[in-house]
């Protein structure tokens, strides 16, 4: 099972450099489907794991959940608000693809040379699931803010979620069920609700590029 984790680790981490090189919104929607696919098969074979060993099954409910919220529901949501808002061809990053490629590289070798020297975490093999999960997270804020349009930024805020839950799930080997739930709970909330901003932006200034709120200023 170890082998299979470190593996994971490593694909859910190419997954936020392919979303960071993605040029259009469709794209970016379709990677974040696919790296929360791989979240799910990642709590799918610890739930396995546990289930065998502890007799637990919580985390195989929560495989469950990711894939019915992340894989299945969020994208739909997330497809239904960009078919909704009128679409225009505009340059959606700040900086060029490979420059974002390369701040990815520091991002993960910063991550790496710091969790390395982190007193009690340096667990050997576990520690490469760590630098990839952290990285994940850091990754996510810096698409994040590097995007202008605002489905661009959910989905940075998104993988920002998914970093901190493989991270808390491969550290801990499971979080109690409760945190879980609550954890999807706030997501969806902050998901419908970026949603909703989505459409006000658009309905106000027929984009949805965030520089465009510039023109509130007084």
Known sequence: MS?????LSVLILLSSFILMANKRIKSYIQTFRIQSALIALTAGIMGIDILS???RFDVLIVCVIIIAMKVIYIPHLLNKAYTNVEYKIEKDFFLNIPI???????????????ISNTGGINLGIINLRVVNSVSLILIGLFFMISRKKAIGQIIGFLVIENGLFITAMLATQGMPFIVDIGIFIDMLTAVLILG????KINEKFDSIDMNELKNLRG
């Not at 082998?3 to 593996?7: P, Q, R, W």
């Not at 909703?196 to 459409?199: D, R």
């Open 53 to 55: 060993k502890e007799g």
């Open 100 to 114: 974002l490629i390369f701040v990815c590289c520091m991002i993960v070798v910063f991550c790496y040379f710091s």
């Open 196 to 199: 909703i901003m989505v459409f």
């Open 3 to 7: 082998d299979f984790l470190d593996v």
